[in-house]
């Protein structure tokens, strides 16, 4: 009876797959940047970015905390060696002999925290999204690295994620060996615009914040309509692009979902 509901139930999936993907295909090959807004100008800290957690303030208008644990990782069938991670590590098995990673702290990983920061004569919020792209080792749109370290620790904090941390090397760490598997450590990055520099943000406006669409993007120098107009012809090139694959997978769906109703 079971296998009977199931080999009536796959088509129908491969079918819902199908009609998903056509709609997708079709969302993107129409979609460009007509209905996005150009905004150049200086960027302004209006606010900077605060951990309340641990008490870390930074005048940049986003920061990143990433958490790193110190964990057991295999170098040959004979050996293993440790390193840090931003994530848990599967344990290692030499022989007989099994090496258990422990488990992740319960601390969300990464996370970002946000001050304020407006763009061009109008004074336009950019939004969360994009000043994030500040603290990225590299961002496709930025010709240099904004990422920074501001390690503005201070001497007494009150730390409320249960972790006993201490200050050290520039670094909140466990209170222990940093070479012990289980060793603690967390780091934080900014990302500072610079000052005399101009940028351009393209996206929506919604209120007073720009740059709340989810294509909407950031460049670290100005920009002109006719940038815009080109940008838009690769964006529009790009997602007929993806449109015409997703249309590809539709019809290898409704084809594999034909066949199974005919061999039914």
């Not at 990673?101 to 969300?108: A, K, R, S």
Request: charged fraction near 25%; include cysteine.
């Amino acid at each position: 009876m079971w296998e009977k509901i199931w080999e009536a139930k796959v088509p129908l999936i491969f079918g819902i797959i199908a009609l998903i993907f056509v709609v997708a295909g079709f969302s993107a090959g129409n979609r460009d940047l007509s209905d996005m807004s150009l905004v150049s100008g200086d960027i302004t800290v209006t606010r900077g970015a605060v951990d309340d957690e641990f008490g870390i303030v930074t005048d940049a208008p986003v920061m990143m905390r990433v958490v790193e644990m110190n964990q057991y990782v295999k170098t040959s069938d004979k050996s293993y060696t440790t390193e840090y991670a931003d994530h848990r590590l599967p344990s290692v098995e030499l022989g007989n002999y099994r090496y258990s990673n422990p488990g992740f702290p319960n601390i969300t990983n990464p996370k970002f925290f946000y001050g304020e920061a407006t763009i061009g004569d109008e004074n336009l919020k950019i939004s969360d999204e994009l000043l994030s792209k500040f603290t990225f080792e590299s961002y496709i749109y930025f010709e240099d690295s904004y990422r920074g370290e501001d390690y503005a620790f201070p001497r007494f904090f009150e730390d409320t994620t249960g972790n006993n941390l201490v200050v050290s090397d520039g670094m909140l760490q466990s209170d222990g060996s940093p070479y012990d598997v289980g060793h603690i450590r967390i780091r934080y990055y900014t990302g500072m615009p610079k000052k005399g520099r101009e940028y351009s943000v393209y996206g929506n406006i919604d209120g007073d914040t720009v740059g709340t669409d989810s294509i909407s993007a950031i460049y670290d120098k100005p920009m002109d309509e006719n940038s815009l107009e080109k940008l838009n012809d690769e964006f529009s090139k790009g997602n007929k692009k993806v449109g015409v694959v997703a249309l590809i997978v539709a019809i290898v769906c409704f084809g594999i979902a034909v066949k199974m109703i005919k061999e039914a």
